[in-house]
């Protein structure tokens, strides 16, 4: 991305540009796309809070024109949205603008969304008075909503003062929690501010705990079910000696675990699988240091969590048996029995473990209390040594690239042709045809396409695109490829234990190679919101089939990167990074080749990039950009790999009810002269279909070239034997050759 020329922006906003264009997208925006409009929000507020003078400062650094005195009219900006004034001029995206003005107000993203294990000097601060809040913003845009600040749970240090606090934004419609930190202000007294200082990953109510040794520590492990419990219990003012609510804000492994040495805890899970095995790992984790610890089971339900989070869902019989007891902190109900049932009804580890096997969440072999299980089983070298060797240095191949224990991860933005990208790979694999830079599978492999976008006719109308409606070559990915459309057969969860049920049955029945996933977003959001282990879990048991994995995922807003947790990413073998057409299109580097099909037609253009590979390791870092027109094939432009070869889906010549495809040898000799070609002669080679002809004048038409211009290409054709003329005068024409396949 190309800085801005703008001289009159300031030292220090050039600077800024320069440090946060080198740091990655911070991890609390990658695994929540909404904390980065809160952000945006946040941003804006906190400019909108300045003083006139120091907004007009401000502004001035970043090259707004000075005010002046007079009748002209002057190009300033006098609004709020400084993040869409900073898009402007200094040319980043609207997060990077502003995570650089954010930053240069003092606020930074983690400071907002993150909390961090304490350190020596978070016992020192001095703290705020409660109330201290004029700091904090009234009111936040984010989009096209408005979320006021509605709620402040102050959190205290063992001074009674106040040491940071968690702040809830809402509207009628939804809500947000985000964390404040005490900051010293002019007159060296305290108040909370969010973003300008990072929060410690403290257990709410600390200084209750060390006041009530004795008292039991109430835990939800869920910041909603925390938050309104916490304000049910002090709105209602109960004893906190009889029970304290506490709670957490962050991730949980930063949390600081001294004030539950010696106490009596009782955990609240999340209501979902993952919250439970969570709760019993905790529980695990804390057992040898706390006095006792149980887990109270039954969902309890609060204002802001998500509708299907407390719904029974399809597969999921142990929800019902769960939601029987269910608690809604929204109705009418007595604080002080709903802690007194929470004291009295927490089971026990081994309790907690009887009933996630009695009510089906987990089999009776995960159960801890089984007296006898199976032995862990091992692979000794000895008996892997007669294991096939991977040749790393063979000829690239989609056979090297897609393979089981090689997980493919491919994202890019919308509308940047992932899912034809996805086609032409699943179709190399299921007829052999040269997929990119790769050549086709030596063995037609079986593939199963779980798609959660397409209907059946607009994969058929995709398909027969890439394979240029030749028959054969149509025919044999239509043997080879098995589809399931979720918008037509019905909605698929991958993270569904019966549908993964169904998925791996189906694997088994039709020998199923290779499964690829269209996408993420349609068929596992929830993998996208933390449950990437249950994903992976479900992906590496299709690998234990000998199944290769294919999956494709959508890129965040800015298209800096894929959505969900860094795991996703972590866990993958090879990543392919997807930018289309309008991200090359913001690139200023672009060679005349690119621009060249960029401004040609609808098509797609796209760059694809091997940001990880562990097989081949040729492809690492590797790029290569391609154009597909048009109702037409694949065209190579350029790309950084020693020997570049475009693709070619169209493997045979003749009649196409007559043929069959064509050799490996076939194809590799003439993609080498294909790849030495411009691009206007790839694209005028690929109008050629089996048993048409086609004069000058139709090449004339059809590209919109002079009479000098379509001779050229046509003579570059013919030199190259990849069209012969018929014909002679004004009535020749052309026609493919069959040298190719002689």
């Not at 220090?12 to 080198?22: E, P, Q, T, Y």
């Not at 043929?659 to 790839?682: G, M």
């Amino acid at each position: 991305m190309g800085h801005t020329n703008h001289p009159e922006i300031s030292r220090a906003i050039r600077s800024l540009l320069g440090k946060i264009d080198k740091l990655d997208t911070p991890t609390c925006f990658r695994e929540n796309d909404k904390n980065a409009e809160i952000f945006v929000g946040l941003t804006n507020a906190f400019f909108a809070a300045q003083h006139i003078c120091d907004r007009e400062d401000f502004l001035k650094e970043l090259g707004n024109p000075e005010r002046k005195i007079g009748w002209g009219k002057q190009d300033i900006f006098t609004g709020d949205d400084v993040v869409g004034f900073a898009m402007r001029q200094l040319n980043r995206d609207r997060i990077q603008s502003a995570r650089i003005v954010g930053e240069r107000l003092g606020i930074k993203p983690e400071n907002c969304f993150d909390a961090f294990p304490p350190s020596a000097n978070d016992e020192v601060e001095t703290g705020a008075e409660p109330g201290s809040y004029y700091l904090l913003p009234k009111e936040v845009h984010v989009g096209d909503s408005i979320f006021y600040l509605s709620h402040v749970d102050e959190q205290y240090n063992f001074r009674g003062k106040v040491c940071q606090a968690i702040c809830r934004y809402s509207n009628k419609n939804d809500s947000f929690f985000i964390v404040a930190s005490v900051v010293l202000v002019r007159n060296s007294s305290g108040s909370l501010s969010i973003g300008h200082a990072p929060a410690s990953a403290w257990a709410f109510s600390r200084a209750a705990i060390d006041t009530f040794p004795n008292s039991a520590i109430i835990f939800p492990m869920s910041l909603h079910v925390a938050f309104h419990l916490r304000k049910l219990h002090r709105e209602a003012k109960l004893n906190e000696q009889d029970g304290i609510i506490s709670g957490h804000f962050g991730n949980i492994e930063s949390l600081d675990l001294h004030c539950f040495c010696s106490r009596k805890v009782i955990l609240l899970p999340e209501f979902s699988r993952d919250g439970y095995l969570k709760a019993k790992a905790f529980a695990s984790k804390i057992q040898s240091s706390v006095k006792e610890v149980k887990i109270y089971p039954w969902p309890i339900v609060a204002a802001g969590m998500p509708a299907d989070a407390m719904v029974a869902g399809s597969g999921s019989p142990w929800k019902e048996s769960l939601l029987e007891q269910m608690v809604d902190l929204k109705e009418e109900l007595a604080p002080s029995s709903l802690r007194n049932r929470i004291i009295a009804k927490a089971l026990s580890i081994p309790d907690f473990e009887k009933l996630l096997v009695e009510v089906g969440l987990v089999a009776s072999k995960e159960g801890s209390q089984l007296e006898s299980c199976d032995a862990l089983q091992v692979t000794t070298l000895e008996a892997s040594q007669n294991s096939d060797e991977i040749d790393v240095s063979a000829e690239l191949s989609l056979d090297l690239l897609i393979q089981p224990n090689f997980i493919l991860f491919m994202w890019g933005g919308g509308h940047s042709g992932k899912s034809f990208i996805l086609m032409t790979l699943i179709l190399g694999v299921a007829t052999g045809t040269r997929a990119f830079c790769l050549s086709g599978s030596k063995q037609r492999r079986k593939v199963l396409l779980l798609d959660g976008e397409l209907t059946k006719d607009q994969f058929r109308q995709r398909l027969s695109q890439l394979t240029q409606n030749n028959k054969a070559l149509f025919d044999s990915a239509s043997k080879n490829i098995c589809c399931y459309f979720a918008r037509e057969a019905g909605s698929l969860d991958l993270l569904n234990p019966e549908h993964q049920k169904s998925i791996l049955a189906r694997i088994k029945m039709d020998e199923i190679k290779v499964l690829a996933i269209d996408n993420l977003i349609s068929l596992a959001d929830k993998a996208l919101k933390g449950a990437s282990v249950r994903l992976f879990d479900f992906l590496y048991a299709v690998e234990r089939e000998g199944v290769a994995v294919i999956f494709v995922n959508h890129a965040t807003k800015g298209n800096a990167e894929s959505k969900g947790s860094v795991d996703i990413e972590n866990k993958s073998q090879t990543i392919i990074h997807i930018e289309g057409r309008k991200i090359l299109s913001e690139d200023k580097d672009l060679s005349t080749a690119v621009k060249s099909a960029l401004e040609k037609d609808e098509g797609i253009v796209v760059r694809l990039t091997f940001d990880k590979c562990k097989l081949p390791p040729t492809l690492n870092e590797k790029y290569e950009i391609y154009h597909l027109p048009v109702h037409g094939s694949w065209n190579y432009i350029e790309g950084n790999l020693p020997v570049d070869k475009p693709l070619d889906v169209v493997t045979f010549d003749g009649e196409t009810s007559a043929t069959s495809i064509s050799s490996a040898e076939d194809l590799n000799s003439i993609d080498a002269v294909i790849s030495k070609l411009s691009e206007d002669q790839q694209t005028l080679y690929n109008l050629f279909r089996p048993g048409n002809k086609l004069a000058r004048r139709d090449v004339q038409k059809h590209f919109n070239w002079g009479e000098d211009k379509a001779g050229k290409e046509l003579k570059a054709l013919k030199e190259n034997k990849l069209i012969t003329a018929v014909g002679s005068g004004p009535a020749i024409a052309y026609k493919k050759s069959d040298h190719y396949l002689s």
